[in-house]
C-alpha cells in the first residue's frame, strides 16, 4: 500500500481561478476527510465522507466542493479562488475500527495571488 | 462549539529531559483522544491514541487520559532532537452520524535543546 497520495504539492492560483486538488487511498477505507491548515494553526475540517456517494460538511465548506464516486478517490474542488484559501490542504483517510486513526497524505499547498 | 485546547508553545526541552504536552477537551462524550506529530512542512502522523481512562505507554510516550477533567496529556521521556516537532491532540466528536469526525488542537511546538 503507499497509502494517501496528494497531487499537486503545490499550485499558485490566481483570484477567481478553479481548480481541483486530488486524492487517492489505497487502504479501501471508508472515511476520507479534507482539512486544511494555516500557519500556527491547528486543521479545520472542511469535508468528510463516510463512503462512496456520501459526503457532509466540516467545519468549514465554503468556498468548497466534494465529490466521492469510488472509494479510493476523494477530489477537492476550489471554485472562484480567494487569497483566504491560501493555505496547506491535507487529505485523510480512516477505516471504521473502533480508534478510528486517520492517516494522512503529503499535503498540497496552495497559494491564491 | 466543541473545542480542543494546547499550549502553543514552544515548549523548550534539555536532550534526555521529559517533554509534558496538555490538552483539554469539552465535549464530555468524547470516546477516544489521539496525538500526531507534525514535522514543519510535513504531515501529522500518529504517535498514540487512547480510549481508557489512565495511562498508555509505548516506548519513550506515554499518554494519559482523564475523562472526568476532560483532559489528556503525552509525555515524552528521554527526549531527543528529532522530538523536535508540533504535537497536536485530537478528539473524536460525538454526534448522530460521525464516530469517525476529529477536532484537532492548535498543537504544541516542542524544541528538544542539545
Known amino acids: 500500500n503507499t497509502g494517501v497520495t496528494q497531487t499537486p504539492k503545490f499550485r499558485i492560483l490566481k483570484i477567481g481561478q478553479s481548480m481541483t486538488l486530488q486524492c487517492t487511498q489505497d487502504m479501501n477505507h471508508n472515511y476520507m476527510y479534507w482539512y486544511r491548515q494555516d500557519p500556527g494553526m491547528g486543521l479545520k475540517l472542511i469535508y468528510y465522507s463516510v463512503g462512496a456517494g456520501i459526503t457532509d460538511k466540516g467545519e468549514v465548506p465554503n468556498g468548497y466542493n466534494v465529490s466521492r464516486s469510488t472509494t479510493e478517490d476523494f477530489p477537492l474542488r476550489l471554485e472562484l479562488a480567494a487569497p483566504s484559501q491560501t493555505s496547506v490542504y491535507f487529505c485523510?483517510?480512516?477505516?471504521?475500527?473502533?480508534?478510528?486513526?486517520?492517516?494522512f497524505g503529503p499535503g498540497t499547498r496552495l497559494l491564491v495571488l | 462549539q466543541k473545542e480542543v485546547e494546547q499550549n502553543s508553545g514552544p515548549l523548550s526541552v534539555p536532550e534526555g529531559a521529559i517533554a509534558s504536552l496538555n490538552c483539554t477537551y469539552s465535549?464530555?462524550?468524547?470516546?477516544?483522544f489521539f496525538w500526531y506529530r507534525q514535522y514543519s512542512g510535513k504531515s501529522p502522523e500518529l504517535i498514540m491514541f487512547?480510549?481508557?481512562?489512565g495511562d498508555k505507554e509505548d516506548g519513550r510516550f506515554t499518554a494519559q487520559l482523564n475523562k472526568a477533567s476532560q483532559y489528556v496529556s503525552l509525555l515524552i521521556r528521554d527526549s531527543q532532537p528529532s522530538d523536535s516537532a508540533t504535537y497536536l491532540c485530537a478528539v473524536n466528536i460525538l454526534t448522530t452520524d460521525s464516530w469517525g469526525k476529529l477536532q484537532f488542537g492548535a498543537g504544541t511546538q516542542v524544541v528538544v535543546t542539545p
Open positions: 487512547i480510549y481508557s481512562n
Open positions: 485523510a483517510s480512516a477505516g471504521i475500527a473502533v480508534q478510528e486513526t486517520q492517516y
Open positions: 465535549d464530555r462524550g468524547s470516546q477516544s
